[in-house]
């Protein structure tokens, strides 16, 4: 376990967290985000075929999760991301030079293949970097600040991405988008990336299956690390709420036209949120008081109706990002190292996992419930998994310390 030192921050350290920063911002800042769903309805396309490609794009990530991690754990992992930041820039333009179902259904794969190559192996690339400048206590500082970074850098797209398609309509928007992603690819090969120990000389297939194996087990084996994997998914699986975030709002009695500015709001809150995280002091208690009380928050502000709801939703949304930096930052303390970016995969399947639940519940609990009265009932899981975190986040580390700042 890492314990704080006091450790300087040096030059290549700072570097080292401009670099992640602008990685996370170019992967946000894609100015097809509010659009995709518009080009393809403008295409043709039916709410059917439009939800089967949503299926599609889940489904290939959901996948690709876990193996993506061993391949981080064996290949290099900034080409990995650098491969990946392609594959969805390609993607971008499939959807705007072909655009029918089956030029969709590409850009989906793409996207999906992406996402589950990301997903662990920028997280694993950052903390061994600083666990070889023997920084990992700057870890949490630096991962906050970057999803900051990422949450203006989406604020700031979708303020953007208005005028560009009044200037250029979807050839813009695409132009743009494919420009993010050759920024991230760039940013990710300037991520440095020191060789990694390995206990075998094995390559190739061999390394790969090991790394694999080896992962899952420390997952299966070690209790500590099986209970911060449970809650580092419980958290973002449950922050899949915020996709309901629009309709939340407009039930509460916002008109359509002030429904953006209200969600541009809430991403200030996540915003702020992850700024906090270097701040925070990570104890178990502490980290499960936080969770529980961003449930409470969902309570009161859906059973308040009216305007006056949308401040403790804004207070949940802001402290569900906090948490899901915090806890992010613990599970990367509690496991070995050896396969961390395979551990980190596992925790992203079972957040998918688990953000796969939320949407069925709430897609079957609309049946009988309306909008806020069913987001105000999820109160009651965030609040056991606050709880949960009590009991089960291993205490030390450093990434119970409050980071100095750089």
Same mark, same amino acid.
């Given at each position: 376990?890492?314990?704080?030192?006091?450790?300087?921050?040096?030059?290549p350290? *700072?570097r080292?967290?401009?670099?992640?920063?602008a990685? *996370?911002?170019?992967?946000?800042?894609? +100015?097809?985000?509010p659009?995709y769903?518009?080009?393809?309805a403008?295409?043709?396309?039916?709410?059917?075929?439009?939800?089967s490609?949503?299926?599609?794009w889940? $489904?290939?990530a959901?996948?690709?999760?876990v193996p993506s991690?061993a391949w981080?754990?064996?290949?290099?992992r900034?080409?990995l991301?650098a491969?990946?930041?392609?594959?969805?820039?390609v993607?971008?333009?499939?959807w705007?030079?072909?655009?029918?179902? &089956?030029g969709?259904?590409v850009?989906?794969?793409?996207?999906?293949?992406r996402s589950?190559?990301?997903?662990?192996?920028?997280e694993?690339l950052l903390?061994? =970097?600083l666990?070889a400048?023997?920084?990992?206590?700057?870890y %949490?500082?630096?991962?906050? *600040?970057?999803?900051?970074?990422?949450?203006?850098?989406?604020?700031a797209?979708?303020?953007?991405a208005?005028?560009?398609?009044a +200037?250029?309509g979807?050839?813009?928007i695409?132009a743009g988008s !494919?420009?993010?992603?050759?920024g991230s $690819?760039a940013?990710?090969l300037?991520?440095?990336?020191?060789p990694?120990?390995r206990?075998?000389?094995s %390559?190739?297939?061999?390394?790969?299956l090991?790394?694999l194996?080896d992962?899952?087990? =420390?997952v299966?084996?070690?209790r500590?690390?099986w209970?911060?994997v449970?809650i580092?998914?419980?958290?973002?699986? +449950?922050?899949?709420?915020?996709?309901y975030?629009?309709?939340l709002?407009r039930?509460l009695?916002?008109?359509? &036209?002030?429904?953006?500015l !209200?969600?541009?709001a809430?991403?200030?809150?996540?915003?702020?949120?992850s700024?906090?995280?270097?701040?925070?002091?990570a104890?178990?208690?502490?980290?499960?008081s936080?969770?529980?009380?961003?449930g409470?928050?969902?309570?009161i502000?859906?059973?308040?109706?009216?305007?006056?709801?949308?401040?403790?939703?804004?207070v949940c949304?802001?402290?569900?990002?906090?948490? *899901?930096?915090?806890?992010?930052?613990?599970?990367q303390?509690t496991? /070995?190292?050896h396969t961390?970016?395979?551990?980190? /995969?596992?925790?992203?399947? #079972?957040?998918q996992?688990?953000?796969?639940a939320?949407?069925?519940?709430?897609?079957? #609990?609309?049946?009988?419930?309306?909008?806020?009265?069913l987001?105000?009932?999820?109160? !009651?899981?965030?609040? +056991?998994?606050?709880l949960?975190?009590?009991r089960?986040?291993?205490?030390?580390?450093?990434s119970?310390?409050?980071?100095e700042?750089?």
């Amino acid at each position: 376990m890492v314990t704080h030192r006091g450790t300087a921050v040096t030059p290549p350290v *700072r570097r080292l967290g401009r670099i992640y920063a602008a990685l *996370r911002a170019c992967d946000e800042g894609v +100015l097809f985000f509010p659009f995709y769903a518009l080009l393809m309805a403008d295409s043709g396309l039916s709410t059917a075929q439009v939800t089967s490609l949503f299926v599609i794009w889940s $489904a290939v990530a959901f996948a690709l999760e876990v193996p993506s991690g061993a391949w981080a754990d064996t290949y290099s992992r900034r080409r990995l991301l650098a491969f990946g930041a392609l594959m969805r820039a390609v993607g971008f333009a499939t959807w705007f030079l072909w655009p029918t179902y &089956a030029g969709f259904a590409v850009g989906f794969v793409l996207w999906g293949v992406r996402s589950a190559i990301s997903s662990g192996t920028k997280e694993a690339l950052l903390f061994d =970097e600083l666990a070889a400048a023997d920084a990992t206590d700057r870890y %949490t500082a630096l991962a906050g *600040r970057a999803a900051t970074v990422a949450m203006v850098s989406m604020l700031a797209a979708s303020a953007l991405a208005w005028p560009v398609y009044a +200037l250029g309509g979807y050839g813009l928007i695409a132009a743009g988008s !494919v420009l993010a992603c050759l920024g991230s $690819a760039a940013a990710a090969l300037a991520m440095p990336e020191r060789p990694r120990v390995r206990r075998e000389r094995s %390559t190739g297939g061999r390394a790969y299956l090991r790394n694999l194996r080896d992962g899952i087990a =420390e997952v299966r084996t070690d209790r500590r690390v099986w209970h911060t994997v449970l809650i580092a998914a419980a958290v973002p699986s +449950l922050s899949a709420l915020d996709e309901y975030g629009p309709l939340l709002v407009r039930d509460l009695g916002v008109a359509t &036209a002030g429904v953006p500015l !209200v969600i541009a709001a809430l991403i200030a809150a996540m915003a702020l949120g992850s700024a906090l995280a270097e701040r925070w002091r990570a104890t178990p208690l502490a980290t499960g008081s936080t969770i529980a009380a961003a449930g409470v928050a969902l309570a009161i502000g859906a059973l308040a109706g009216g305007l006056a709801g949308l401040v403790p939703i804004a207070v949940c949304f802001g402290l569900l990002q906090l948490t *899901r930096v915090l806890t992010e930052a613990r599970l990367q303390h509690t496991m /070995s190292g050896h396969t961390r970016a395979t551990v980190l /995969s596992v925790s992203g399947f #079972g957040a998918q996992l688990g953000a796969l639940a939320v949407y069925g519940c709430f897609g079957f #609990g609309s049946l009988w419930l309306g909008i806020a009265p069913l987001a105000a009932l999820f109160a !009651v899981p965030i609040v +056991l998994v606050g709880l949960a975190a009590v009991r089960w986040l291993p205490g030390g580390g450093a990434s119970e310390v409050v980071a100095e700042p750089a």
